[in-house]
C-alpha cells in the first residue's frame, strides 16, 4: 500500500505515522504530505526521514489511501481532489462527519456500512469515539433511552500551540499565542470549540449528533457538557446511562471486557480506575468506576479514559485503513 498522511507535521499525523508503524500496517510506500508552509520538512517514519511534499505532489504519486489530519477548511477544499483521483480518504477533521452521503466510522460499531463506492470516510471526534465504542453493545443488550457525559480533556487535543501554553505556563514563561482565552494550567475550562446558538459548544455537539449517527439510532438522546483540564495523557469521560430495561452489572462488566479494544479497570478496593496517566501512548479504552446510578431506575454510571491522539484520532483512522485493506477495498 502506498499511503499519504496528509498533516504529517501535526500532532495527530505523527502519530499516525507511529501507529503505522506499529501496527505493521501493510506500507510499501509513505508519503508525507502538508500545507505549503512545511513542504520540504523531514518527518521520520520507520527510523528513516522522509521531505514532506505539497498536495498536487501527493495525488500525482497515486497513493492508495489517504489519512488526513489537516483541518477541516484544506479537507474540504483538497480531499475531493484526492477523491477524483481514486485516492480513498480517511478523513480526521469535522468537514464530513455530518455529511449525509459520507460514513462516519468507528471500527468496532459500525465498520459494516463501509463499500468499496465510500472514497472520502469521517472518523468521528475523539471524544465521541470512546464513548461510543462502551454504548454499543450495552444498547444492543439493554436498550439506551439517554446518555448525560461530562468530558475532562487533554490539552493535546487542542494541537501542540496548546500543550506549549500549559508547560509554559508552568515552567513561567511567557505565553505570546495563547490556544485558550484562559490561563489552563492549575485551571479547568468549561469550554472546547465555538459557542452555538444554543448555549452549547461545537464538541458537545458533536457528542450529540455523531453517536446517533455512528450508532444508527436517533432515539438515543445526548446530553454532554465537555471541559478541558490541564492534562496531555488522554480524554476522561463520565457517563451517565439510563437504559430502556433493567440490567445487571456483572453482565454489563461481561459486555465491556468482551469489547475489541476496551480494557476494564475496576478494582476501587486497591485504587484502581482508569487515569490519563495509565492511558497515555496506548490504543485501548479504559473503563472502570462501573456502577448503578441509584438515584434513578435502569441507569449505570461508568468512568471512561482515552489517549484521543490514539484510539481517538490516530489509531481509529488506522482501523479503518485496516478494514477496507482486509475488505480489498483499497
Ligand atoms: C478536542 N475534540 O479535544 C477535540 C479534538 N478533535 O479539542
Known sequence: MKVAVVGATGLVGSEILKVLDERNFRVTEIIPVASERSVGKKVSFKGKEFTVVGFEEAIKMKPNVAIFSAGGGTSLEVAPKFAEAGITVIDNSSAWRMDPTKKLVVP?????????????????NCSTIQMVVLLKPLHEKYKIKRVVVSTYQSVTGSGKKAVDQLFDERDGKAVTDPAYPHKIDLNVIPHIDVFQENGYTKEEMKM??????????????????????????????????????DYDLQTVRELLAAIPGVLVQDDPANNVYPMPLNAHGKDEVLVGRIRRDESQDNTLNLWCVADNLRKGAATNAVQIAEYLLGKEMI
Open 108 to 124: 468496532e460499531v459500525n465498520a459494516d456500512v463501509l463499500t468499496s463506492e465510500d472514497k472520502i470516510i469521517a472518523n468521528p
Open 208 to 245: 450529540i449528533k455523531e453517536t446517533n449517527k455512528i450508532i444508527g439510532d436517533d432515539s438515543i438522546r445526548v446530553t454532554a457538557t465537555t471541559v478541558r483540564i490541564p492534562t496531555v495523557g488522554g480524554h476522561s469521560e463520565s457517563i451517565n446511562i439510563e437504559f430502556e430495561n
